[in-house]
């Protein structure tokens, strides 16, 4: 049984409920635990309002648990930081600014020198597969290339854990198939704690060393965990990825 | 900011401090006057203010009306000037949003009228209409007309393309589209302006009567200055913003109606 | 077989021969034809005095203007008077401008600066800055001052709004993200606010330029010795129409001018700004 410091991530019984107008509560978690190691990619699974983006957001720092609580190399986690680096379903980039300019403002807040925060910037662009974009602005790039700015911004912290929200949930099929390509390549390249939120199964399976699901419905709770030992690079029509996916399809309420 | 815990109750002290803030203002402004600090030939106090304020609700001097046929005045004419704007207005964008002939014809015109504010045409509607209430309405007209124009014309140009190829692969003629298609579409930008074209109408309202009348809100203030009554312009002022407010509640209130149930 | 040859010679044929119809639909020819109608029928109302003596011929108005560039009228040339409505509207939008944004950017900031503000702007929002001449003249006289103050006033209120506005509409995400970047609450402000509220607070300036240009104009129309309401003025009292329709004139252009000159200076400030044409 590892001890609690040997977890990168650890989540302790996590419950989150809101209050909305109208003093009414809703509950979004209920006792969720779960445990990512050291540079393991780790995938939460399930389909929308299953409350996995709350989750990440607890884990980033961005909002309390009403119970429970998450830690980071076993310290509590208690507000956001640049030690988590969290990519937005839609981009979030700042339009006024350039793509090595979003790139640039993590250290640029840390107050880092402007020649060496220009080094770093460029190194996690040229990671993304972005090189030559430095001086576009967002509204001239296409989805894709909007959430690779948005991953190079989050590396450029130099983060312990990457946390990634549906990343891919805006972009069309084609481009989510070569971004999930892209997404392992830089895993491999640049090898970092990662945690993956998704309503996709095929894309779970591609990318994840394992994979929790969760429930369908509000509350979100702890479902089933799956270890995928299929070899890197992941083919999509490998017998033993359809098998998986026939299980897990099979096993939750997500479809096809 | 968002990872703040929601908190369901407003601190006790941001609930006080708006009513607080309010009965400062009046308070302060009572005591500027009744102290001396500024002389009454300047400025009137709440006091006085509510004072005329009764008085002129039966005093027909020392301007010539009581205050309800000033208000009612200038209620008439800036409704009048506001409608016309509308019935005008509201078509012609709406055809030139969509027919190129329309567009091609009247936006030359357009484009004159549009950049000289309806103040400037006060001189030369005096000169031609003389000081009567139909030089007040052209003026309102044309104050309201441009906001009516162009949210129209911009609300038919935002119709979804889609829905106008999906129109055609059904054979619509155009005017099918426009009536059926680009008008509903329009709706909600149409919309809009009766409240953007109502404010200017209003401010252009006052702004006529201000220079030209014998009767109406403007009137009344310009009155107060000519006899150095502050408290008369003050209840002309006050009364000009509650009347333009409530006429702006009335139409926001026919808007929710009419546009019950269409998503914006 | 259909190669990107064949389409381009495709679409050249498609194209049809020139005749009448197509050229009456064009659009220039449209707005040549609305121009030319416009003149002709404004001469002719003026010719057969339709409306008394009341309107000049267009070629009596350019004789007027030209006329007004080189003699002065009431003690100044045409950019003489010019200058004097645009120095006006220059002092009472850069105090009006300075004042207010700061204090709607604050207001949606600060929840207890906003608590004060508010209620009392919310009372004085609904007064056209018009209304308030008479008492501006009552305070200052009827020299400079109060119709700059008419000018500040008018400023005031687009300018607040839209700064206020322009912070409380910004994504909430947003902040997030300088939050997760390592930034703190003043960050969130210098990184955040302040540029995702540019173009609102951009927008606010334009609107009030348009405002400060009714203002100025009333103010002149009811007591001023110069500027162009006044030259307007000045032709209604000497029953000179050229003059009235001259002033409108150079009224207009001189608005057009820089409604062109603040538009330009938005695509250059906010390249990333998507436009949509409104009110």
Same mark, same amino acid.
């Given at each position: 049984m590892k001890t609690e410091t040997e977890y990168k991530i650890l989540c302790e019984h996590i419950s989150k409920e809101f209050i909305q107008k109208g003093s009414q509560r809703v509950r979004v978690l209920d006792d969720i635990s779960l445990n990512v190691k050291?540079?393991? #990619?780790?995938?939460?699974?399930?389909?929308?309002?299953?409350?996995?983006?709350?989750?990440?957001?607890?884990?980033?720092?961005?909002?309390?648990?009403t119970s429970g609580r998450a830690t980071l190399d076993g310290r509590e986690v208690s507000g956001p930081g640049p030690d988590r680096g969290l990519v937005f379903q839609s981009y979030m980039l700042?339009?006024?600014?350039?793509?090595?300019?979003?790139?640039?403002?993590?250290?640029?807040?840390?107050?880092?020198?402007?020649?060496?925060?220009?080094?770093?910037?460029?190194?996690?662009?040229?990671?993304?597969?972005?090189?030559?974009?430095?001086?576009? +602005?967002?509204?001239?790039?296409?989805?894709?290339?909007?959430?690779?700015?948005?991953?190079? &911004?989050? +590396?450029?912290?130099?983060?312990?854990?990457?946390?990634?929200?549906?990343? #891919?949930?805006?972009?069309?099929?084609?481009?989510?198939? #070569?971004?999930?390509?892209?997404?392992? &390549?830089?895993?491999?390249?640049?090898?970092?704690?990662?945690?993956?939120?998704?309503?996709?199964?095929?894309?779970?399976?591609?990318?994840?060393?394992?994979?929790?699901?969760?429930?369908?419905?509000?509350?979100? &709770?702890?479902?089933?965990? +799956?270890d995928v030992h299929l070899p890197r690079p992941r083919e999509h029509t490998d017998m033993e990825f359809l098998k998986l996916r026939h299980d897990i399809t099979e096993a939750s309420e997500l479809t096809l | 900011m968002a990872y703040e815990e929601v908190k369901i109750k407003t601190p006790l002290l941001l609930r006080v401090l708006p009513v607080a803030?309010?009965?400062?203002?009046?308070?302060? $402004?009572?005591?500027? =006057?009744?102290?001396? =600090?500024?002389?009454?030939?300047?400025?009137?106090?709440?006091?006085?203010?509510?004072?005329?304020?009764?008085?002129?609700?039966s005093e027909p001097n020392p301007d010539g009306a009581v205050l309800w046929v000033h208000a009612w005045t200038s209620i008439q004419e800036a409704f009048t000037g506001y409608l016309l704007?509308?019935?005008?207005?509201?078509?012609?964008?709406?055809?030139?949003? $969509?027919?190129?002939?329309?567009?091609?014809?009247?936006?030359?015109?357009?484009?004159?009228?549009?950049?000289?504010?309806?103040?400037? $045409?006060?001189?030369?509607?005096i000169f031609w209409f003389g000081i009567g209430i139909s030089g007040k309405v052209f003026i309102i007209w044309l104050g309201g007309i441009v906001p009516c124009v162009i949210n129209s014309f911009a609300g038919v140009r935002m119709t979804n393309p889609t829905l106008i190829q999906m129109a055609r692969t059904y054979g619509a003629t155009d005017w099918q589209i426009f009536t059926k298609l680009c008008i509903p579409s329009a709706l909600p930008m149409v919309f809009g302006a009766l409240q953007i074209a109502l404010a200017y109408c209003w401010t252009t309202l006052v702004a006529a009567e201000l220079l030209a009348a014998d009767t109406g809100l403007g009137y009344l203030i310009t009155m107060g200055r000519r006899l150095a009554m502050p408290d008369l312009v003050v209840l002309g002022m006050i009364m000009v913003g509650l009347t333009g407010a409530v006429i702006g509640v009335v139409i926001d209130w026919v808007e929710k109606r009419l546009l019950a149930g269409i998503r914006r | 077989m259909n190669t990107i040859a064949n389409e381009v010679q495709v679409q050249v044929r498609e194209r049809s021969p020139l005749s009448i119809w197509r050229v009456l639909k064009n659009r220039w020819f449209l707005h040549a034809v609305s121009m030319i109608a416009f003149f002709a029928i404004w001469d002719y109302v003026a010719i057969n005095r339709f409306l008394g003596s009341a309107l000049a011929r267009p070629y009596e108005v350019s004789l007027q203007l030209a006329d007004m560039m080189v003699n002065p009228i009431a003690?100044?040339?045409?950019?003489?008077?010019?200058?004097?409505?645009?120095? %006006? !509207?220059?002092?009472?939008?850069?105090?009006?401008?300075?004042?207010?944004?700061?204090?709607?950017?604050?207001?949606?900031?600060? %929840?207890? !600066?906003?608590?004060?503000?508010?209620?009392?702007?919310?009372?004085?929002?609904?007064?056209?800055?018009?209304?308030?001449?008479? !008492?501006?003249?009552?305070?200052?006289? !009827?020299?400079?001052?109060?119709?700059?103050?008419?000018?500040?006033?008018?400023?005031?209120?687009?300018?607040?709004?839209?700064?206020?506005?322009?912070?409380?509409?910004?994504e909430p995400q947003l902040y997030d993200v300088v939050r997760m970047l390592g930034g703190n609450r003043r960050d969130e402000i210098l990184h955040v606010c302040f540029p995702a509220a540019f173009p609102a607070i951009f927008a606010g300036l334009q609107i009030s330029l348009s405002a400060a240009w009714t203002c100025v104009l009333a103010a002149e129309l009811v007591s001023a010795r110069s500027g162009l309401g006044f030259i307007t003025l000045l032709g209604m009292t000497l029953s000179r129409p050229a003059l009235i329709v001259g002033g409108m004139v150079v009224i207009a252009i001189v608005a057009w001018l820089t409604t062109l000159l603040v538009t330009g200076l938005e695509k250059v400030l906010c390249p990333w700004k998507r436009e949509l044409q409104t009110a």
């Open positions: 050291q540079n393991e #990619f780790v995938v939460i699974l399930g389909p929308g309002q299953s409350g996995k983006s709350t989750l990440l957001r607890i884990i980033a720092g961005l909002e309390i648990p700042f339009p006024w600014k350039t793509v090595i300019g979003n790139v640039e403002l993590g250290p640029k807040l840390r107050g880092i020198g402007k020649k060496e925060r220009r080094e770093i910037a460029q190194h996690y662009i040229e990671l993304v597969g972005l090189t030559g974009f430095e001086k576009h +602005y967002p509204h001239q790039l296409s989805g894709g290339m909007k959430q690779r700015v948005g991953i190079a &911004r989050a +590396y450029a912290n130099n983060p312990k854990v990457m946390l990634l929200d549906e990343p #891919f949930g805006q972009l069309d099929a084609q481009t989510r198939y #070569f971004m999930e390509k892209e997404t392992a &390549r830089i895993w491999e390249t640049e090898k970092r704690t990662v945690l993956f939120v998704t309503n996709n199964i095929d894309e779970a399976i591609f990318l994840g060393d394992r994979i929790i699901s969760l429930h369908g419905k509000l509350p979100g &709770r702890m479902h089933q965990v +799956y | 803030s309010i009965l400062a203002f009046f308070g302060a $402004w009572q005591l500027i =006057i009744s102290l001396g =600090i500024i002389p009454t030939t300047m400025l009137a106090s709440p006091s006085q203010v509510i004072s005329i304020f009764i008085e002129k609700l704007a509308l019935l005008i207005g509201i078509p012609l964008g709406l055809l030139m949003g $969509w027919f190129s002939v329309a567009e091609g014809l009247a936006r030359p015109i357009f484009e004159i009228i549009r950049p000289i504010p309806p103040i400037a $045409w006060i001189p030369l509607t | 003690g100044k040339g045409l950019f003489g008077h010019i200058w004097a409505s645009t120095q %006006r !509207i220059l002092i009472g939008f850069a105090i009006g401008a300075v004042l207010a944004t700061p204090l709607g950017l604050l207001m949606a900031l600060n %929840r207890y !600066i906003n608590a004060v503000v508010k209620p009392v702007f919310d009372l004085i929002k609904p007064m056209p800055p018009i209304a308030w001449i008479s !008492i501006a003249i009552l305070w200052f006289g !009827i020299g400079e001052p109060s119709k700059v103050f008419i000018i500040v006033i008018g400023t005031f209120v687009p300018c607040l709004l839209n700064a206020y506005n322009g912070v409380r509409l910004i």
